[in-house]
């Protein structure tokens, strides 16, 4: 019972702590994975933890909803799309990286060949988190995202595979060649048969459920499930999940009404979000800072090793691609290269490996600790200025001069409505509210000119704006549908029949706002004037 209580103490607490986290990186300009890992430094460095970071709370625990998550909300067709170049960053180049990263260290480091090969896989799987958040906030290329967080997902899976087959060489003392291939395309091969099985199977069950608790239940449900299935059979876990998240993202919804829709997206960025709180929180608390610096030439060697096979590649499987798709800028290529984060999945890997290997496998260990903590910390927060310094993601000057005329008019709006309130309450008299009144309202019509011609000449502006002010009207009716409920003002069915009609503007992705009433007979549609507010200032 107390071993209970001290687990569920433990467990409140880092929740805590990332939900402090999070609200802290608002303010600063820190990928939030990046701000847990050194939070964690710092916690255990101040009073070191005994933590049991295990392959299998990794593996099975963690990773199935974050790669379902991703995967769930991944178009097909645009993945379609792109599929070449994706499947040629997750195969052949996690086999190249694997190569070349093994080869070199084995060369510079006390790691005999067959376990720098096993490093070599391990360390070879993408882990961009951080990098996907920063495309989605700073609104980045979709293809550019899509490629980074396709080869992410399906790297995985790549990775685990060869890392086992390599392994399994590495304690037996040889390797076959054609049954090494042999075994990777079955267990790959099973893994997706899997994934497309549960994941086809469980949309033909929402589609015919119209509840959403079950609904998502059943999503849960195949997110885990699909990877106990694929390792009970012995195939890859992570590649079932992948393909199980596919079919149900683009089949399952079709089935969904939108209120399940709202809740079950709601749902999986909740689950992704705490998966990713502890995965990273963890790495930080696990991390043996003077272990580390006690090998800091093997990690450095290991540093290089990572960051020259990711350009050989990127660059060469890059343009590999160009010949026969849509060609990728070279620019994409560099945020590519720089872009490729390792985490989750190599510490699991890292962690899992047999005590029979020795000090070798321990340094592994300890050089893989090495290169997570580099790539989160120095890559994943120079990130933002590349992409800056590469011109992809860049500010439209109309939309930042729209912004200043925006806030400017704001802030003079506020400042006119305190000074009523200071005049109000006797806080100046009626002679100096009479004088700064008419300034204040001059600079406030001027501005609001400035803000009406920029529209004028570019309608877009507006249309955000306009998108975001629709749907928080939408939210409103839906909070207020809320409340009939729960006071017993309305049932149970009329709430879900006017919840759903208001879920379905929600969904929509050109929704309009709702008409309004149709006049009654006889009587007259108010002219313009009579619908314009009488104080249009």
């Known amino acids: 019972m107390d071993r209970f209580i001290s687990t569920e103490t433990l467990i409140i607490e880092l929740l805590l702590v990332a939900s402090l986290v999070a609200i802290l990186v608002r303010r600063l300009r820190v990928p939030y994975t990046v701000a847990l890992v050194l939070v964690g430094l710092v916690l255990t460095l101040q009073q070191p933890l005994e933590l049991s970071l295990?392959?299998?709370?990794?593996l099975a625990l963690l990773v199935p909803p974050l790669v379902f998550e991703a995967a769930f909300h991944i178009n097909f067709t645009e993945l379609r799309r792109?599929?070449?170049?994706?499947?040629l960053l997750a195969v052949v180049g996690v086999?190249?990286?694997?190569?070349?990263?093994g080869g070199a260290v084995s060369l510079v480091t006390p790691l005999s060949l067959p376990i720098a090969l096993v490093f070599g896989a391990l360390i070879s799987a993408t882990d961009p988190v951080a990098v996907v958040a920063l495309f989605r906030a700073l609104g980045a290329p979709r293809r550019l995202a899509l490629l980074v967080e396709g080869e992410s997902l399906l790297n995985d899976g790549t990775a685990i595979v060869l890392f086992n087959l390599v392994l399994a060489a590495a304690l037996t003392g040889h390797f076959d060649l054609l049954n090494g291939v042999a075994d990777f395309l079955r267990v790959s091969a099973g893994g997706v048969v899997v994934g497309l099985a549960l994941g086809w199977i469980a949309a033909q069950i929402i589609a015919r459920v119209d509840d959403y608790l079950i609904e998502t239940t059943l999503t849960t449900v195949l997110a885990f499930g699909a990877y106990l299935v694929a390792e009970r059979l012995h195939f890859s876990g992570v590649l079932a999940v992948v393909v199980a998240g596919l079919v149900n993202g683009n089949i399952g919804p079709q089935g969904m009404s939108p209120t399940t829709r709202i809740v079950l997206f709601n749902f999986w960025e909740y689950v992704a979000f705490l998966a990713n709180s502890f995965i990273f929180l963890l790495i930080g608390l696990q991390v043996n800072v003077p272990t580390l610096l006690a090998n800091w030439q093997p990690i450095a060697w290991a540093i290089v090793a990572v960051l020259a096979a990711r350009s050989i590649v990127t660059y060469s499987l890059?343009?590999?691609?160009?010949r026969f798709s849509d060609p990728l800028p070279l620019r994409w290529l560099h945020v590519?290269?720089?872009?490729?984060?390792?985490?989750?999945i190599a510490l699991a890997l890292a962690l899992s490996l047999p005590a029979s290997l020795g000090p070798q496998g321990e340094l592994v260990r300890i050089m893989a600790f090495g290169v997570v903590l580099f790539t989160l910390l120095g890559q994943s927060t120079t990130m933002r200025p590349l992409l800056r310094v590469l011109a992809i993601v860049t500010r439209n000057p109309i939309q930042m001069q729209y912004e200043l005329r925006h806030a400017r008019l704001m802030t003079f709006r506020a400042a006119a409505t305190h000074l009523d309130s200071l005049y109000r309450d006797g806080f100046i008299s009626e002679q100096a509210w009479e004088t700064l009144r008419p300034e204040l309202l001059r600079q406030v019509e001027t501005i609001a000119h400035s803000v009406r011609d920029l529209q004028r000449m570019y309608p877009e502006l507006t249309t955000?704006?306009?998108?975001?002010?629709?749907?928080?009207?939408?939210?409103?009716?839906?909070?207020?549908?809320m409340s009939m409920r729960r006071d017993a003002i309305i049932s149970e069915e009329a709430f879900e029949l006017l919840a759903s009609e208001v879920d379905t503007l929600l969904m929509s992705e050109d929704f309009m706002p709702p008409e309004p009433p149709v006049a009654h007979a006889g009587a007259s549609a108010p002219t313009n004037d009579s619908a314009r507010p009488k104080n249009s200032s």
């Open 54 to 58: 295990t392959p299998e709370l990794i």
């Open 82 to 87: 792109n599929l070449p170049g994706i499947l």
């Open 95 to 101: 086999i190249l990286s694997t190569l070349i990263v």
């Open 318 to 322: 890059g343009w590999v691609v160009n």
């Open 336 to 344: 590519l290269n720089w872009g490729g984060l390792r985490g989750a």
């Open 464 to 481: 955000e704006e306009l998108e975001s002010a629709r749907r928080e009207l939408l939210r409103a009716q839906r909070s207020a549908l």
